[in-house]
């Protein structure tokens, strides 16, 4: 994986959307320096406690009880973030930790300043999100992203509130990215690459964006089923419409870097930090130049850790298997497949956090071939 950059060190080559998260946060430091040179993740700050929530929609009032927590607890994911980067880019969503938008004021001022994290803001946000957003965005000089979510086909109130946006943040002075993101994109019938093309040919024109990512996640929320034990196949729609937006014959007018949701759903980053109890079921995952390979394990029961070994084997024998060498994540998957007993079997958190690492060395050795 000692490829070189084939863009500059300024534009990333790949945006995963990952949630900031202990899995994921140490998937990102485990990949090869060689990885983590072209990967610019957009991390999501969780919620707290409570409910499941939808990233891009506003809650009617506030669904954190404790506001000094909420603060507390935006304050421990920024300094793990930047723990993290090692001075590298990325963007930081807060979009579930906005309850009470007047506390983002002091934790963006300090848990950005001096930092390689790029704040996040969008059309929907409070005002006084936005305008925190760009304030610590001028301050540490690194810029800030405008995240737009795609629910439907973009049409012209959607580039106004956008322009309105880059109004009010115009006294930031500094870099702005346009981060489209179009959630789940799990089957062949959904009109992602319309959307995604009218959205860049409304919003495109409206600043000179530093980098425009399109981010779409395909990892099925459910298990697939009607397919053949052992392991089951879920298509990558979210890679086939990158391919469709660099190289189909509509192509847009500006360089459009990949995204994705990693080896998770697009509902992962959703989940409160302190949600309790877990499934007696969990994935093992891989994924492989056009889809997912998924193999349903037990979590619990005497016999779950022959089963998860046994999963694991189907992978590492798979024609598609890149081999031990390739990344931490093909390692541990060896690992676990040779293993015995519990010990090394991992839990749902460590499969999570494997496919991860696995995922975007993958990923960007795909971008890096394709440039």
């Not at 863009?7 to 320096?33: G, K, N, Q, T, W």
């Not at 969780?46 to 499941?52: F, H, S, V």
């Not at 810029?143 to 086909?153: D, S």
């Amino acid at each position: 994986m000692t490829e070189p950059l084939s863009v500059p060190p300024s534009e990333p080559l790949y945006v995963p959307a990952l949630p900031a998260r202990p899995s994921a946060l140490a998937a990102y430091d485990r990949l090869a320096p060689g990885v983590r040179a072209g990967v610019a993740p957009l991390w999501s700050v969780p919620p707290r406690t409570g409910g499941a929530r939808t990233l891009g929609r506003r809650p009617y009032r506030p669904l954190d009880p404790d506001p000094s927590a909420l603060a507390r607890h935006l304050r421990t994911a920024l300094r793990r973030l930047v723990g993290v980067q090692r001075g590298l880019p990325a963007w930081v969503d807060a979009f579930h930790a906005e309850d009470e938008p007047r506390h983002l004021v002091t934790e963006f001022r300090q848990g950005l300043a001096g930092t390689p994290l790029r704040p996040v803001t969008g059309f929907e946000r409070d005002v006084r999100q936005q305008t925190a957003s760009a304030e610590a965005a001028r301050a540490s000089g690194n810029g800030l992203g405008v995240r737009v979510f795609l629910h439907a086909l973009p049409d012209e109130p959607l580039r106004d509130e956008i322009r309105g946006l880059l109004a009010r943040i115009a006294f930031a002075g500094c870099p702005v990215d346009l981060l489209l993101d179009l959630g789940g994109v799990v089957d062949e019938h959904h009109p992602a690459e319309k959307w995604a093309l009218r959205a860049l040919a409304l919003l495109g024109p409206l600043h000179p964006w530093r980098t425009v990512a399109v981010l779409a996640g395909s990892f099925p929320r459910t298990f697939p089923e009607g397919y053949g034990a052992p392991l089951a196949e879920a298509q990558r729609f979210d890679w086939d419409l990158w391919h469709m937006l660099a190289d189909g014959p509509e192509r847009p007018g500006v360089r459009v870097t990949y995204g994705d949701y990693g080896a998770d759903h697009t509902g992962g980053v959703d989940r409160p930090s302190e949600a309790g109890g877990g499934s007696p079921w969990g994935i093992v995952r891989y994924t492989t130049d056009r889809t997912f390979l998924l193999g349903r394990v037990p979590t619990q029961g005497s016999g779950h850790a022959d089963a998860v070994r046994a999963l694991v084997r189907e992978i590492v024998h798979a024609e598609d298997f890149r081999g031990a060498g390739f990344s931490e994540g093909e390692r541990r998957l060896v690992g676990c497949a040779e293993g015995n007993g519990s010990r090394g079997a991992g839990t749902p958190a460590v499969w999570l956090g494997t496919g991860h690492i696995q995922h975007m060395a993958q990923v960007v050795r795909g971008l890096r071939r394709h440039s």
